[in-house]
C-alpha cells in the first residue's frame, strides 16, 4: 500500500481529493496532525466525515475522529474526507 496525503494540514472545513478504490480492493483512511500537537487537549474537537461520492449527495460511510482516526473502506467506490472547522491542523490520509 502507498500512502498519500489527500488534504494537507489545515483548520478550515474542506474536502479532500477524490480516493478511488478498485472493486475488490480496500484502501486505509486516515486523520493526522502535526507532529507536537495535542489533538486530544480539552477544546480541541474535531471530526471528518468518510463519504461515498455519487452522483448526487455524498453518503456518509464513518466518521474520524481522536477516538477513531482511521478505517478501511472497500471498494468499487470513490471516497471523499470532508474536514469539519477545527481548532487544531488535521491532515487526511490513505493507504491504497
Do not use: H, W
Amino acid at each position: 500500500m502507498v500512502q498519500t496525503v489527500s488534504l494537507p494540514l489545515g483548520t478550515a472545513a474542506e474536502p479532500s481529493a477524490d480516493i478511488p478504490v478498485a472493486s475488490g480492493a480496500e484502501a486505509v483512511v486516515g486523520i493526522y496532525a502535526a507532529p507536537g500537537s495535542n489533538i486530544n487537549a480539552a477544546g480541541s474537537s474535531y471530526f471528518c466525515d468518510v463519504v461515498l461520492v455519487t452522483p448526487g449527495e455524498p453518503i456518509r460511510v464513518t466518521r474520524l475522529d481522536s477516538s477513531k482516526p482511521t478505517t478501511k473502506v472497500a471498494g468499487p467506490g470513490t471516497f471523499r474526507v470532508l474536514r469539519s472547522p477545527a481548532l487544531v491542523s488535521i491532515g487526511v490520509f490513505s493507504e491504497v
